[in-house]
């Protein structure tokens, strides 16, 4: 009797094993998993203690939908965009505060779009959690689904539903990890998310939502991304539709660390008790230079104060390679040397503050390889090497950037003249020529192509709010000889990577910002409808629990930064690989 259970103990994990093998879930029993009853109530209470702990924080929360229309090839194809800003506030109801709503620069703000941003940003807001009053079992009905697995997370799986249609107003599934019985997955249906999303729907659909959470920090989850999608009743004929992502970023209160500008610091003797030493100053072109610096140093640390600016690390480190890769072939001579850093926002842009060239995260995620990262970059590289405008000065005096962010984003601009433009690209393809990029202008020029046929259906994506329009209006990177070897771009053809969907390289940390390369692995040959340029796609992070001291990772092998080379000997410059998206 032993020995036949034992056997049919042994079927069984066969079986199981063989169905989560197949994809389907095992039969679980509540014998195996804890009460549904305590697990419920251990749910509601973290969710609890998670809504009280947003009181205290202020994340940006950004928000891109996207139109499509039916195409007979692609199935649907991009037709439009909305763009919207927002910063969390919690007073008296959780509210996402528009960070765009102040005229700008570039044009007023009328009171009906203020408006209509302000919808948007309070549909956003609805998709931090399922129910800002909680699921409570008093109102909710949960029904166990099964365990699976989110990443590392093993989960308990339940669908929920109102027991009063007029109460509650999210139906769908949620996801608990077993360890600290946090929600950390809600996908279905919230009809607060619906109701004020109703303008951008037809009539007969609704939007569902997919939202997912992170661990930032101990036992902390925070809301972190966002998927929404119109769908249609099932049997419904082909129609336009929308879909769009959700980000939130910038938990931490911490204040910004300061970048060291001194490496190393030596005790000399002061010039002024040497016999005989004269006043010891600076030129007026030295002073200029430190007076620009501090410009410099005011607006990366305001835009990081706005949690608009990503914390330095391994990403900002292999562009930094790129630009050397740039610089040494050409042999330029730098006064000083030039760094980079990422805008967090999804607007693709690029612009140059003083020395240090900014990029935005939605850039280098579309961009489809490292010889399109290069083209934007030596473009940024001419302005300085053509001895353009860096800053204005009037940036070095702190109190000018003492306004609110929403003030920031409408009024500070760094853009230059038309004519700087087109002597920019000028120079730029000569620094391309030069460089190990030359061979792979291809690349580049089908990206040139998309972002300048996209530019008319995507107004609200490729548009900066700092910096330069990347779409190449002069026509001069086009027209150069490098380029007229690149495909014409054909949006149904699979064989083309002319861009790349927002997501395919960069992963925001929603805790402190800090942007980190996206490992995913590389599909076989895609289909026309894969391709998806510039377009918004689920998410499906990788789930784990946070590590207080994680291993560190062996740092890249970045090349120095050389300020002033004197050699005359060609140096073959060192490529390092940017992921290029599949």
Known sequence: MRTLRSFSSTISAV???????????PDVSAADRPPDRNVIAYGMRAEGA???????????????????????????????????????????????????????????????????????????????????????????????????FLGALRCLVYDVTPRSPEDGVFAGRIYLEERTWNLVRFTGM???????????????????????????????????????????????????????????WGYDKAPPPRQDQFTEVK???SVST??????????????????????????????????????????????EQVLTNLEVPNRLVLAQAIRCRLLLTTRLEAFTVG???????????????????????????????????????????PDVLRISDAELLAKLRFRHTPEEEKAADERAMQILRASMYQQKMSECGLAMQALQAYA??????????????????????RDDDMFRIADVLDEESAEQVAGLPLGSNLMVNPWNGKVELLRSEKLPALAAHERAEFAVTPFVPYLDYFVENPAPS????????????????????????VKKGS
């Open 267 to 269: 005790l000399v003797k």
């Open 274 to 319: 040497v016999s005989g030493a004269g006043p010891r100053g600076c030129s007026p072109q030295q002073c200029e230079r430190q007076f620009e610096s501090q410009a410099e140093e005011n607006v990366l640390d305001r835009l990081f104060q706005a949690k608009l600016l990503g914390v330095p690390g391994d990403v900002e480190q292999k562009l």
């Open 456 to 477: 008319p259906r995507l107004s609200h994506l490729i548009q900066p709010s700092f910096g330069e329009h990347v779409a190449d209006a002069a026509q001069v990177v």
């Open 50 to 148: 998670m809504m009280s702990w947003l009181r205290d924080v202020s994340p940006v929360g950004e928000g891109y939908l996207q139109g499509f229309v039916p195409a007979k090839k692609l199935g649907h194809v991009l037709s439009g965009d909305r763009y919207s800003l927002g910063r969390f506030q919690w007073v008296n109801d959780p509210r996402l505060e528009n960070l765009l709503g102040v005229p700008s620069v570039d044009g007023e703000v009328t009171p009906e779009k203020a408006a209509a941003d302000q919808q948007l940003l309070d549909g956003l807001v609805e998709t931090m959690v399922p129910d800002w009053r909680g699921l409570s079992p008093e109102r909710y009905e949960y029904k166990f689904v099964r365990r699976e």
């Open 554 to 577: 062996k740092p890249p092998a970045t090349a120095p930064r050389p300020t002033v080379r004197r050699t005359n000997t060609p140096v073959r410059p060192t490529a390092v690989a």
């Open 355 to 397: 020395n240090t060239i900014v990029l935005s995260r939605g850039l280098v995620d579309v961009l489809p390889g490292e010889s399109a990262i290069a083209l934007v970059l030596a473009h940024q590289l001419a302005h300085n090497d053509l001895g353009h405008r860096k800053i204005d000065s009037n940036l070095g005096f």
């Open 190 to 248: 919230n009809r607060r998310v619906d109701s004020r999303l109703k303008a951008l729907r037809d009539n007969n659909s609704r939007f569902r939502i997919d939202g997912w959470r992170v661990n930032v920090t101990g036992n902390r989850w925070a809301p972190a991304f966002a998927f929404i999608e119109e769908s249609l009743p099932l049997g419904s004929p082909e129609s336009r539709l929308v879909k769009g992502q959700v980000r939130f």
């Open 15 to 25: 079986l199981s094993l063989a169905m989560q093998a197949a994809g389907q879930p």
